[in-house]
């Protein structure tokens, strides 16, 4: 079971903006830092942000992260169709060990 | 540029093993540790464990102890990680990724393509 809870999906329209939350339900998370990254079937997983803001190098910036007290938040604006996929947070849980991921959140632009 | 090239996919029975190889290109093979993370069909992202290709140390989730092994090659840049004892539940599509550890945290910077492996009868 995931110390990461996200929306299982979102929606907007093409040009629009969206958010995508990532609450951290452990206090010793909240002291840690997120990272985000997009799934497209077939290929690669993508690193987005890393250190709850940072852009990974080559990300447009159309895409933000920003994060607050236990909530991490992932923006994307300008959406593009090609933006289509699922969105994971993730960071490293101290008091378990482990890296840990939220379950993910699948993002369509209508 | 950085790849991380993935080679394995197999159909295998219950009971056996899987190794999946994972090829590094485009930087210091050595500098970096390398991640595994799987993906069971319909379900979200697993972290497996990571190796220290220049010492050969590991670290394991808990869930996978005992039944995971991960080495490395020096001489050709590759990891790999062994799964035994599959199950149906194990039938998953397994991510190689790069530890970069940012000065802050680490994190994943490059991924492989991942490999399906599924385990049927």
């Known amino acids: 079971q995931s110390v990461l809870t996200q929306p299982p999906s979102v929606s907007a329209a093409p040009g629009q903006k969206v958010t995508i939350s990532c609450s951290v339900s452990s206090s010793n998370i909240g002291s840690h830092y997120v990272s985000w990254y997009q799934l497209l079937p077939g290929t690669a997983p993508r690193l987005l942000i890393y250190d709850n803001n940072k852009r990974h190098s080559g990300i447009p910036d159309r895409f933000s992260g920003s994060k607050s007290g236990t909530s991490a938040t992932l923006g994307i604006t300008g959406l593009q169709t090609g933006d289509e996929a699922d969105y994971y947070c993730g960071t490293w849980d101290s008091s378990l060990n482990v890296w840990v991921f939220g379950g993910g959140t699948k993002l369509t632009v209508l | 540029q950085v790849q991380l090239v993935q080679s394995g996919a197999a159909v295998k029975e219950p009971g056996a093993s899987v190794k999946v190889s994972c090829k590094a290109s485009g930087y210091t093979f050595t500098g970096y540790y390398v991640q595994w993370v799987r993906q069971v069909p319909g379900q979200g992202l697993e972290w497996m464990g990571w190796?220290?290709?220049?010492?050969?140390?590991?670290r394991y989730a808990q869930k996978f102890q005992g039944r995971v092994t991960m080495t490395g090659d020096t001489a050709i840049n590759t990891v790999y990680m062994d799964l035994s004892r599959l199950t149906s539940d194990d039938t998953a599509i397994y991510y190689c990724a790069r530890d970069w550890y940012t000065g802050s945290s680490d994190i994943f910077d490059y991924w492989g393509q991942g490999i399906l492996v599924t385990v049927s009868s």
């Open positions: 190796i220290d290709p220049n010492t050969g140390g590991t």
